[in-house]
């Protein structure tokens, strides 16, 4: 189903409370890249060959690790649709959003059932012409206090430091002109005054004075969990899955929150059997 056609679809699903944080409604969210989760077998035309799907076993320690995370909005990266989605985030607890791309590796959102949200036009300027990359999956969260947009990203990868306007790399400037989208995006959010967040796997360090957070903040402050800290996920390194406040979420986003939830298996063959990013999280204390 394609939903970027939707605008202004309400999905009323008050079947549940939010937590409570010292007065506030507390938000956990999430951004997880499930490294090709999907349906198909082996082999699949739209597979690469070294893929292998993951197989039932290795699904039922993801949704194990579903559970583990608990939180109430996860901003998904590389799953081949609702039906891939919800063999890690069943039905019963969560409402799945995609968007309507064409591609295996697409972008959404589980969303806690008990939630309400709307779902906006997927951000299809991420995806420019004949580049099969990744349109943004764009929902607003509803509660009794306000609104919240929600943007996940998936952006292009193979420009993680070096210069936008490297021309010897050819993600760079593909990286560049999904900066400019983004950019518009928060531009949008900023003259309509609310609350929002963007979510997802970046492909980008943005520490130090990188060009590409510089020039996503340059029209006003924004808050990233990740600013200084480093992953353990495998091993540890850098952040390329970012959570980012803008406006008014700024000032929600709860200090010393960011978790990384660190796989428990550690032997070489899971390394093809688990995704090779981790849940990453942070919480949100809501005005109510």
């Known amino acids: 189903m394609r939903w970027n056609g939707?605008?202004?679809?309400?999905?009323?699903?008050?079947?549940?409370?939010w937590?409570?944080?010292?007065?506030?409604a507390e938000l956990k969210l999430s951004t997880w890249n499930l490294d090709w989760l999907t349906l198909r077998?082996?082999?699949?035309?739209?597979?690469?060959?070294?893929?292998?799907?993951?197989?039932?076993?290795?699904?039922?320690?993801?949704?194990?690790?579903?559970?583990?995370?608990?939180?109430?909005?996860?901003?998904?990266?590389?799953?081949?649709?609702?039906?891939?989605a919800a063999t890690v985030f069943p039905p019963d607890r969560y409402v799945l959003h995609?968007?309507?791309?064409?591609?295996?590796?697409?972008?959404?959102?589980?969303?806690?059932?008990?939630?309400?949200?709307?779902?906006?036009?997927?951000?299809?300027?991420?995806?420019p012409p004949h580049s099969h990359l990744r349109s943004g999956a764009d929902i607003t969260l509803h509660w009794a206090g306000g609104d919240l947009r929600l943007l996940a990203v998936h952006l292009k990868q193979g420009c993680r430091q070096e210069k936008l306007?490297?021309?010897?790399?050819?993600?760079?400037p593909i990286l560049r002109g999904?900066?400019?989208a983004l950019r518009d995006w928060v531009a949008q959010r900023r003259a309509e005054g609310g609350a929002f967040v963007l979510m997802g796997d970046f492909n980008r360090w943005m520490d130090g004075d990188d060009a590409f957070y510089a020039t996503l903040r340059q029209d006003g402050a924004l808050s990233r969990a990740?600013?200084?800290?480093?992953?353990?996920?495998?091993?540890?390194?850098?952040?390329?899955?970012h959570i980012?406040?803008?406006?008014?979420?700024?000032?929600?986003?709860?200090?010393?929150?960011l978790r990384v939830l660190v796989y428990r298996e550690t032997g070489e063959e899971w390394r093809d059997r688990l995704p090779d990013h981790c849940p990453v999280s942070v919480r949100l204390a809501l005005p109510e």
Request: include cysteine; charged fraction near 20%; charge should be negative.
């Open 6 to 17: 939707l605008m202004g679809l309400a999905l009323a699903l008050l079947l549940g409370g």
């Open 19 to 24: 937590g409570s944080a010292g007065g506030a």
């Open 41 to 84: 077998a082996a082999g699949d035309a739209e597979l690469p060959a070294d893929v292998h799907p993951k197989q039932a076993a290795d699904l039922a320690v993801l949704r194990r690790y579903a559970a583990d995370l608990a939180a109430d909005v996860v901003a998904l990266q590389e799953v081949d649709g609702p039906a891939a």
């Open 98 to 127: 995609m968007t309507g791309d064409d591609v295996v590796q697409r972008v959404g959102f589980a969303v806690r059932k008990g939630l309400a949200f709307t779902a906006n036009p997927d951000l299809a300027s991420l995806d």
């Open 165 to 172: 306007t490297d021309r010897t790399r050819p993600a760079c």
């Open 178 to 180: 999904q900066l400019a």
């Open 226 to 241: 990740t600013e200084g800290r480093s992953s353990p996920c495998w091993g540890g390194g850098g952040f390329i899955d």
């Open 244 to 257: 980012i406040a803008g406006g008014a979420a700024r000032d929600w986003l709860e200090a010393d929150t």
